[in-house]
């Protein structure tokens, strides 16, 4: 149990320093060569690269909500499920739900973080019968 509330309190500080938009400890929380998947497809690779894509997003915008549901914990790997709201410099939002899927390295670093997103406006496309009717708008970027 201590070791799940440990990995816990890491992933809380990682949105909390998206949340403050302040670099609370990055080297420490990633490990030198850990790997970093958002949902829409950018990788980073290395804590450094890590780093820099956290700095220099914070330019362009700023995370509003960043809310833990619940998570999963199973030997080496934890599962956070949450939402997540942020607004862009030009004031576009987005908001969506999602998981992280964490790996643990043997000194309790992130080696993988890897994020999965899920639109929060869900409908059913069969609600008005056996034909599907879709919603006629963009795709989410994930």
């Given amino acids: 149990m201590v070791i799940?509330?440990?990995?816990e309190?890491?992933?809380?500080?990682?949105?909390?320093m998206w949340?403050?938009?302040q670099d609370g400890g990055i080297g420490e929380l990633f490990a030198p060569d850990?790997?970093?998947?958002?949902?829409?497809?950018?990788?980073?690779?290395?804590?450094?690269k890590i780093k820099l894509w956290f700095d220099e997003w914070n330019t362009r915008g700023r995370v509003d909500r960043w809310d833990i549901r619940q998570?999963?914990?199973k030997e080496d790997q934890t599962?956070?499920?949450w939402t997540f709201r942020c607004t862009m410099a030009d004031g576009s939002t987005q908001s969506f739900d999602g998981l992280s899927l964490?790996?643990?390295?043997?000194?309790?670093?992130?080696?993988l973080l890897q994020e999965f997103g899920c639109n929060e406006n869900r409908y059913d496309p069969y609600a008005k019968g056996k034909i599907?009717?879709?919603r006629e708008e963009q795709a989410l970027w994930f």
């Fill in 4 to 7: 799940q509330e440990q990995r």
């Fill in 79 to 81: 599962v956070a499920e």
């Fill in 132 to 134: 599907p009717v879709f």
């Fill in 71 to 73: 998570f999963f914990h």
């Fill in 19 to 21: 949340l403050d938009r």
């Fill in 34 to 48: 850990a790997v970093y998947i958002e949902s829409w497809g950018p990788e980073y690779h290395g804590m450094e």
């Fill in 9 to 16: 309190n890491k992933i809380r500080r990682w949105f909390s």
């Fill in 102 to 111: 964490v790996r643990w390295n043997e000194a309790g670093q992130i080696c």
